[in-house]
């Protein structure tokens, strides 16, 4: 894995897909009009990193989530906007992306123009450059560390883990876990 010049971060080769801007991916890909994108980060420890959503948030108030939001037309990439996002969030910079955990779509309606809209997310594993989180207030309220036992069981500690009511929200948490074991495997 090699740095592209004027790049702050390392990406695999694999992830050269996502080196286009919003209005390309869409373009190669009509059957969606959203593109929004999720980070997977762990620590040391293996323990996969969850933000839970503001108390006020409009969307899934006290929800837990990776980090991550919607592409925006000024990202220079998809995977730029998977860095900003992880930057504007938790406060972490990215040093490489490690590779695609998986993707998923849903439909739903705008609910000012009423229009539909049909998502699809690319999720990311990142290794950023250190683990110093400061949360957006406005975003975020709390963070931990989770294992792939507690995100199962939805709990860690005390805490129950309530996610964004999609069922493939919590799957691509355990498949993050299983890619990463597998990679952790394939170089033993």
Do not use: C
């Not at 294992?147 to 964004?164: P, R, S």
Request: glycine share 6%; net charge negative.
């Amino acid at each position: 894995m090699t740095p592209k010049p004027n790049l702050p971060f390392e990406y695999d080769p694999s992830l050269e897909e996502y080196m286009v801007n919003e209005k390309d991916f869409l373009a190669s890909n009509p059957q969606h009009n959203t593109l929004v994108i999720g980070a997977v980060v762990f620590n040391g420890e293996g323990k996969q990193l969850l933000v839970q959503r503001a108390a006020d948030e409009q969307a899934f108030p006290n929800a837990w989530e990776i980090p991550g939001g919607k592409v925006d037309d000024t990202d220079e990439t998809i995977i730029h906007a998977a860095v900003r996002e992880l930057k504007e969030e938790t406060g972490l910079e990215a040093k490489r992306i490690v590779r695609k955990v998986g993707e998923f779509g849903w439909n739903d309606v705008h609910r000012r123009t009423g229009k539909p809209r049909i998502w699809h997310k690319v999720i990311f594993e990142i290794e950023p450059k250190d683990l110093n989180i400061v949360l957006d207030p406005v975003e975020h309220q709390h963070y931990l560390w989770a294992t792939e036992e507690e995100v199962t069981n939805d709990k860690v500690g005390d805490v129950a883990l309530a996610y964004i009511p999609n069922p493939e929200n919590k799957a691509i948490k355990l498949d993050a876990f299983k890619l990463k074991r597998e990679a952790v495997a394939a170089t033993a």
